[in-house]
């Protein structure tokens, strides 16, 4: 069973940034594609940003292209997403994924990014 736990989001003004860490427990990481995902109230939860298990591939959500990069540091265990150039259409609780060579995917708990002045 594998576990996850996001952090840093948090309150910033438009224009800032904030970097979103994924710490994933319980399985081979190395070997599972992760993703984040955010859901905005009313909305249907939506992809992000993906990134292979080799971080050899990415995608990237074209409302964030150019602003956020989706990285991974398998020695940690840890997907990252740096987000830059911030909007207010950025809000959202933003949530960690990972699928199994399998395919089975796992979700974290969520963590609330809100773009205020």
């Known amino acids: 069973q594998v576990q996850l736990v996001e952090s840093g989001g948090g309150l910033v003004q438009p224009g800032g940034s904030l970097r979103l860490s994924c710490a994933a427990s319980?399985?081979?990481?190395?070997?599972?594609?992760m993703g984040w995902y955010r859901q905005a109230p009313g909305k249907q939860r939506a992809m992000v940003a993906t990134?292979?298990?080799?971080?050899?591939?990415?995608n990237y959500a074209h409302s964030v292209k150019g602003r956020f990069t989706i990285s991974r540091d398998n020695a940690k265990n840890t997907v990252y997403l740096q987000m830059n150039s911030l909007k207010p259409e950025d809000t959202a609780v933003y949530y960690c994924?990972?699928?199994?060579?399998?395919?089975?995917?796992?979700w974290g708990q969520g963590t609330q990014v809100t773009v205020s002045s």
């Open positions: 994924n990972a699928v199994s060579p399998s395919g089975r995917g796992y």
């Open positions: 319980g399985g081979t990481f190395s070997m599972y594609a």
């Open positions: 990134i292979s298990s080799l971080s050899s591939t990415t």
